[in-house]
């Protein structure tokens, strides 16, 4: 992506135009416009809408014409502007490991414990499936325990990784409690001498003939009924193909959307940088939980910016690698963060396909926002020059990396 942004910018300099106007007429549009390199149908494509709302909110417009007129003093600061999107694709490429499984308990005085396949790392994967099954059973939160992954509960594991955890984690889990509420409806309707198509259930509360029963009164009614309540769910991702050996198929369910507008100041005596403002919009889908997915944007987004920018891999003459700790390998902190961040969750945002509620993924995406940071130093640099190439800036985009790039492009050292 990275490789594919800088060959868009080169293009906007060899013919004098706004990147984003390249950009733009290079976004997926409609039949044939919609193909893939490996054949697969952008069904879902809503750049075009984020791009336009991004671009107004952030006043891009106003903002590149300002750092124009700045960038024609005779300062030594120099500051560029640069907005690009992502569009990343949810699934794994290997098929198989398109699947997963969850196991739902209910005890007889209504508390529900959950276990399933994925792993917790700080990405918020198991409060979002957990209020997946509270809203399910429509109970409170509290009364969901949800325990660490246990393959001697669910076996078959497939890895927490292409960002699919909560995609498919949820649904096997939604699927368990869809099989213990049909069993407890089944069994409320026996007791109620009607039938289980009869049998509602609104606001916690089973409504069988003239009764209406309370979840909690209801499952123990059950338990003293001799009905299970134990199940496992399970999920497999739908419509997801693809031959490697032809590099052809439908490898994703879907794509995940957003864009970033990031605005960078520079020192061209030094090479030092500074990231002024960032502005993000970015498509979730509806989003199961946004507080944790707004963190995992901005998140996200520093992550990446730590990848392009700062965090350089260095090996000595005998191959060592040397940058191997904290100490020596530098990661953004809290004083990297862009003065001016300001993240919003996409509200047009709907999954098309049948996902968990019509979410997205979020986690690796946004990400790849941080692009616009690596684009945003080159566009400084090469305010310096009336050359219609872009300058070599390689990635990370360190100060020393940045200097040698203005030093290249000025021809001073």
Same mark, same amino acid.
């Given at each position: ?181 049909? =069993?407890?409806?089944?069994?409320? *309707?026996?007791? $109620?001498? /009607? @039938?289980?198509?009869? +049998?509602?259930?609104?606001? #916690? ?44 198929? =439908?490898?994703?369910?879907?794509? *995940?959307?957003? $864009?970033? /507008? @990031?605005?960078?100041? +520079?020192?061209?005596?030094? #090479? ?142």
């Amino acid at each position: 992506m990275v490789g594919i942004e800088r060959v868009i910018d080169a293009i906007a300099a060899h013919l004098g135009l706004d990147p984003l106007e390249v950009r733009l007429r290079n976004l997926y549009g409609e039949a044939p416009r919609n193909v893939t390199p490996y054949h697969m149908d952008v069904e879902d494509n809503v750049l075009p809408e984020i791009f336009g709302e991004l671009r107004a909110s952030s006043e891009y417009d106003r903002r590149r014409e300002e750092i124009e007129r700045f960038n024609r003093s005779k300062g030594y600061i120099k500051r560029g502007i640069a907005l690009t999107p992502v569009k990343f694709g949810i699934s794994f490429t290997t098929t198989f490991l398109n699947q997963a499984g969850a196991l739902v308990h209910i005890y007889k005085d209504g508390s529900i414990h959950l276990n399933h396949g994925g792993t917790e790392m700080g990405q918020g994967l198991f409060i979002k499936v957990a209020q997946v099954v509270a809203d399910s059973f429509q109970v409170p939160l509290k009364q969901v325990k949800i325990t660490a992954t246990n393959t001697g509960k669910v076996p078959n594991t497939s890895a927490t990784a292409a960002s699919s955890g909560s995609d498919m984690n949820a649904m096997a889990a939604l699927d368990a409690v869809n099989k213990l509420l049909s =069993r407890l409806k089944s069994f409320a *309707a026996g007791q $109620a001498e /009607v @039938s289980p198509e009869d +049998v509602g259930y609104e606001n #916690g509360q089973f409504m069988a003939g003239d009764r209406q029963i309370p979840f909690n009164e209801m499952v123990m009614e059950a338990y003293l009924g001799r009905v299970s309540l134990s199940a496992t769910g399970f999920y497999k991702t739908p419509k997801i193909w693809y031959d490697r050996d032809q590099a052809k198929g =439908r490898p994703f369910l879907y794509f *995940a959307y957003g $864009a970033a /507008v @990031s605005e960078v100041e +520079v020192d061209t005596l030094t #090479g030092e940088y500074k990231i002024r403002r960032v502005d993000i919009l970015h498509d979730v889908g509806r989003s199961l939980n946004p507080a944790i997915d707004m963190g995992q944007i901005e998140g996200g987004f520093v992550q990446g910016m730590g990848w392009l920018t700062g965090e350089e891999l260095w090996w000595d003459k005998k191959g060592s690698l040397r940058t191997h700790a904290p100490s020596t390998y530098k990661i953004p902190t809290a004083g990297d963060v862009p003065r001016v961040f300001k993240t919003k969750i996409w509200e047009g945002g709907e999954n098309r396909e049948p996902v968990i509620h019509k979410s997205k993924a979020v986690g690796e995406p946004p990400l790849m926002l941080a692009i616009s940071v690596h684009c945003a130093i080159n566009q400084a640099i090469a305010s310096l020059s009336s050359s219609n190439e872009i300058p070599p800036l390689d990635t990370p985009a360190t100060p020393e990396r940045v200097l040698m790039c203005i030093q290249s492009v000025t021809g001073k050292q």
